[in-house]
């Protein structure tokens, strides 16, 4: 029988599946469905600003208030949100739309990352296990199954925007202006590549809708409280309200999470490049509109088998050779794309970038999230915070030069980031290696019929 630990991560993973699963396929589908004036991509770069925003002070606000599960379902309410603003996109409904998601967006993740570290410490108590393998295991377990929102999502709009009467080959013309080869900052509209018509949209928009509200029903109805005692004694205290404001802030005295920010922001850079530059100027360009949900699902699956993958490697292995993998393969893909010159006769290749940047996205994520849980235990909404501000940066720089910067120099800029992850990431793996984080106990959580108490055995660390 599975103890209520791992039922709450799956609880929590089956609810972001869902929700992600719109709006996955949304951000997906935002540079080539929206492209008029480049609306699609600047309603993203707003999400990430947004993010930014309430990274600053809403997080430990929302989490210590109404504790980890309601901040899920408020947050995962302001995601629905953006879909609605699809239904009828312009910009005065994208943009007020793309505010409130990323108001809710680093609560949403914050609490998320909270949560599967209380329930990894606490589970590792229980079994008489290192806090950090646990955490490793559930951040894996909920990748795997968080990540495959990209099937599905993606699989969504293929079958819907297959159905357009409107599909017609593309000219020769106009592949020889895909990929690197050109500019790539204008797609011509050829045939395949206009937008669909407007009831396949709003077919596809009402079903992303409806599978939002789905996840919020699962959170709210099945998800245990298992910080609702810490939550109400906060609430009672007498706590200022500038100390919660700025623990994001104060947390940047560490030097260790000041050192990860490169190895932050390149996960944002290399999410948006593969779901804003390759779906535009290789998939949308070379093949058309109704192949990106199905390129995007190679990424989604490769991406949700290698979390469960490495998540449990990880305890084998070590952090810094997985991430070691990530960054060779994500250097080579980079350079391949520099040179590749996409053809719809090449077809398997279009699915092959996705499936290893999958593999490369499956590291960066499983493994910082863990890496952040594990080095910050004493203050974990503040240091996921952190994360995803620093991430959201990183997303809102891609998006926001995507518009008039040349795919060749989109490119360049991935990699400079990536070399500088690559020298700043080890300093801190090294730190702790060599000067463990010290284990904490996490308390008594009241886990409505019975309460678990967390030992003094925990340990937060992993192998180099």
């Known amino acids: 029988m599975i103890s209520r630990n791992f039922k709450n991560v799956l609880v929590v993973s089956i609810g972001f599946l869902s929700l992600f699963t719109a709006y996955g396929g949304l951000q997906s589908l935002q540079s080539s469905l929206n492209a008029a004036e480049g609306m699609g991509v600047a309603s993203l770069s707003v999400v990430y600003a947004s993010i930014i925003i309430s990274s600053m002070f809403l997080p430990p606000i929302m989490i210590k208030n109404l504790g980890c599960k309601w901040t899920i ?239 449990r490697l990880a305890q084998h292995t070590g952090r810094a050779p997985l991430f070691a993998l990530a960054a060779l393969t994500n250097l080579s893909c980079i350079i391949a794309l520099l040179y590749w010159r996409p053809h719809r006769d090449q077809l398997v290749v279009f699915f092959v970038f996705p499936a290893l940047w999958g593999l490369s996205d499956a590291i960066w994520q499983t493994q910082t999230n863990a890496l952040y849980g594990i080095l910050f235990p004493r203050e974990k909404e503040a240091a996921f915070a952190n994360y995803r501000m620093w991430e959201s940066l990183g997303f809102v720089i891609a998006f926001a030069y995507s518009t008039f910067l040349c795919l060749e120099y989109k490119l360049y800029i991935v990699l400079a980031v990536l070399v500088v992850t690559a020298i700043t990431y080890p300093i801190v793996e090294y730190h702790e290696h060599k000067h463990p984080t010290k284990p904490i106990q996490e308390g008594d959580y009241q886990n409505h019929k019975e309460v678990i108490k967390a030992s003094d055995d925990i340990v937060c660390q992993t192998h180099l």
């Not at 699809?86 to 005065?92: D, H, K, R």
């Not at 998320?112 to 894996?140: E, R």
């Not at 795997?144 to 099937?151: G, H, K, L, R, W």
């Not at 810490?230 to 100390?243: K, L, T, Y």
Request: negative net charge; charged residues 10%; proline residues 3%.
């Open 73 to 311: 379902v408020v947050s995962m309410a302001c995601y629905v949100s953006y879909s609605l603003g699809n239904l009828f996109p312009g910009w005065y409904t994208l943009i007020p739309t793309s505010v409130i998601l990323g108001l809710g967006g680093s609560p949403l993740w914050s609490a998320k990352c909270t949560y599967l570290t209380i329930s990894g410490n606490t589970q590792a108590a229980k079994d008489n296990k290192k806090g950090s393998d646990v955490i490793n295991y559930y951040f894996g377990i909920f990748f795997f199954i968080f990540q495959s929102s990209a099937v599905w999502g993606n699989l969504m709009s293929s079958l819907i925007f297959g159905q357009d009467t409107a599909i017609v080959d593309i000219p020769q013309e106009q592949l020889e202006s895909c990929g690197a080869a050109d500019c790539g900052l204008n797609v011509t509209a050829y045939g395949n590549t206009t937008r669909p018509e407007q009831k396949l949209v709003w077919t596809l928009v009402g079903s992303y809708i409806g599978v939002g509200v789905l996840a919020i029903l699962i959170v709210a109805v099945f998800l245990d409280n298992i910080d609702r005692e810490q939550a109400s004694e906060f609430r009672g205290s007498q706590q200022p309200f500038c100390h919660t404001f700025l623990a994001t802030f104060r947390l940047l005295k560490d030097w260790r999470l000041v050192t990860l920010i490169p190895l932050t922001m390149y996960s944002g850079f290399e999410q948006s490049f593969l779901s804003g530059e390759y779906t535009k100027n290789y998939v949308t360009c070379a093949l058309g509109i109704h192949y990106v949900g199905f390129v995007m699902m190679c990424f989604g699956a490769s991406n949700s088998l290698c979390s469960i993958l490495f998540g």
